[in-house]
Antibody, heavy 118, light 107 residues
Framework: EVQLLQSGGGLVQPGGSLRLSCAASGFTFGSYTMGWVRRAPGEGLEWLSDINNSGSRTYYADSVKGRFTISRDNSKNTLYLQMNSLRAEDTAIYYC???????????WGQGTMVIVSS | DILMTQSPSSLSASVGDRVTITCRARRGIRNYVAWYQEKPGSAPKLLIYDASTLHSGVPSRFSGSGSGTDFTLTINNLQPEDAATYYCQKYDGAPLTFGGGTKVEIK
């Protein structure tokens, strides 16, 4: 079964850091682009970042550029999102997702909640 | 950046109705549009990609059309389980912007 299992969310103070993980199983992880998407309370989906299959190319939304870093370890079948300088507006459910042949997302993680609050 | 303007933001329809949701891009993005369904407490699910290709396992009452700047998601014979929020997404290149969402309620 194709699956993405997320971990690493929680409560963090403004200005703090958090790393999200997304463990993949059931498919050849190193063959696919992966991404992160979030949904803030009462808001719509927001695309955050993509990384190509080898990890050599990364892309970011302006809202997180310079603060968030996407990475992957193909030997561990795991995707990461390092989040620094967190702000209250980063409070959201964060999803990892597997891309299909292009960057539409056909498999999603279960989501993990990140709350940025003092 | 290319915004994806999605409309309406919400709608209410009866079981058996046909529902149409539209997304408009500021400039042409060929057929690089996907549609997703999101229900409370669950991760989004892919419905349509490449503007009109039905994802595996998605009921055939869902269909997509369009190319260039204007795209449409149609739900024929609306069912109670279709109550959800629907999003379009462009993927011609970063940023992979989502539309604002359309909340579909069943009367």
């Amino acid at each position: 079964e194709v699956q993405l299992l997320q971990s690493g969310g929680g409560l963090v103070q403004p200005g703090g850091s958090l790393r999200l993980s997304c463990a993949a199983s059931g498919f050849t992880f190193g063959s696919y682009t992966m991404g992160w998407v979030r949904r803030a309370p009462g808001e719509g989906l927001e695309w955050l970042s993509d990384i190509n299959n080898s990890g050599s190319r990364t892309y970011y939304a302006d809202s997180v550029k310079g603060r968030f870093t996407i990475s992957r370890d193909n030997s561990k079948n795991t995707l990461y999102l390092q989040m620094n300088s967190l702000r209250a507006e980063d409070t959201a459910i964060y999803y990892c997702a597997k891309a299909g042949s292009i960057s539409w997302y056909n498999v999603w993680g279960q989501g993990t909640m990140v709350i940025v609050s003092s | 950046d290319i915004l994806m303007t999605q409309s309406p933001s919400s709608l209410s329809a009866s079981v058996g109705d046909r529902v149409t949701i539209t997304c408009r891009a500021r400039r042409g993005i060929r057929n690089y549009v996907a549609w997703y369904q999101e229900k409370p407490g669950s991760a989004p699910k892919l419905l349509i990609y490449d503007a009109s290709t039905l994802h595996s396992g998605v009921p055939s009452r869902f269909s997509g059309s369009g190319s260039g700047t204007d795209f449409t998601l149609t739900i024929n014979n609306l069912q109670p389980e279709d109550a959800a929020t629907y999003y379009c997404q462009k993927y011609d290149g970063a940023p992979l912007t989502f539309g604002g969402g359309t909340k579909v309620e069943i009367k």
